[in-house]
């Protein structure tokens, strides 16, 4: 996302209640750790991976709001867990929207700070 896509994003969702802190603040304190511990786990436990884990939530965040984080990574979660009440998680095209959603943002995160 661009910087002025982004500025635009934040306008438009003050405009609608919600502070500027707020948007850039939405996901807990403990999902972010949660995040970044995993991303330094794969990429190496130093400084600069730090850096980069904690870019990348932060450019996730920008882009996708927490509680479609959460479903995502709820589904994710699901798919692992096999049987045939879970085979749901793996056709659903509202699943498959979600995932394909934090997929992107992941992506565009892994452009910008990676």
Not at 22 to 51: H, K, V, W
Not at 64 to 87: F, H, I, K, N
């Amino acid at each position: 996302m661009t910087r002025l896509a982004l500025c635009l994003a934040l306008i438009g969702s003050a405009a609608q209640g919600q502070s500027v802190a707020e948007r850039l603040n939405d996901y807990p304190t403990a999902a972010r750790a949660d995040y970044i511990f995993a991303c330094m786990a794969t990429n190496g436990q130093s400084r600069a991976a730090l850096e980069r884990c904690a870019c990348s939530i932060d450019e996730i965040a920008a882009i996708l709001p927490y509680d479609d984080y959460v479903e995502a990574e709820t589904v994710l979660s699901m798919r692992l867990t096999g049987g045939e009440r879970m085979a749901v998680f793996n056709s659903a095209v509202a699943a498959n929207n979600l995932v394909a959603e934090l997929r992107r943002a992941q992506a565009e995160a892994e452009i910008i700070c990676f």
